[in-house]
């Protein structure tokens, strides 16, 4: 099923530390997945993908790792700086076209 | 190098009334999709149109709403007789293509408000 919440979980880190956002996915027919950001009155801006052939994903200062076996997807964000802060969402795609977004996560950067 | 270009970001309805909100999609893209968003909640999947056509409209409502991406011209969501229950924000999304490693790229939306 798709993931609903009406209160997203908060990941709090500090500037400079490496964040960690986990997803867990719905349906083993998806074979492409993608992160989003969203910042406060935005659309999503595209952070990076992977297929499901891939366990991990490296981009600028960022790496999506994939664990199929388990459907969990996460994002890891190396010194996470305040311009990280934003709502973070996994989307995959189990039905050809339309992406399935997950209920998203909130990450708060401490100066 | 204009991305996914949405109008009105922002648009204010009475009951009764419609709503048209435009996408224009990045330029190459030919494939354009339409997402709702509730307050803290993921988008949800409308409609995915190519020019002229509408290739799956599973997401979209029977009643009052429908859309098209004519040959010119952006796509339109169209909501006829608004409810309270319309209000949120809308999305567009294009892409050049489909499957694997042709990500959308979302506009900033229409943030629709029913009186």
Known sequence: ???V???????SVQEGDNSIINCAYSNSA???FI???QESGKGPQFIIDIRSNMDKRQGQRVTVLLNKTVKHLSLQIAATQPGDSAVYFCAENPYGNKLVFGAGTILRVKS | NAGVMQNPRHLVRRRGQEARLR????????HVYWYRQLPEEGLKFMVYLQKENIIDESGMPKERFSAEFPKEGPSILRIQQVVRGD????FC???SG???????HFGDGTRLSIL
């Not at chain 1, 919440?5 to 990941?11: N, W």
């Open chain 2, 98 to 104: 489909t499957g694997v490693n042709q990500p959308q």
């Open chain 1, 5 to 11: 919440g009406l209160h997203l979980p908060t990941l």
């Open chain 2, 93 to 95: 999304a294009s892409s």
């Open chain 2, 23 to 30: 996408c224009s999609p990045m330029k190459g893209h030919s």
């Open chain 1, 1 to 3: 099923g798709e993931s």
């Open chain 2, 87 to 90: 209000s949120a924000a809308y």
């Open chain 1, 35 to 37: 992160w989003y950001k």
């Open chain 1, 30 to 32: 998806s074979d492409y």
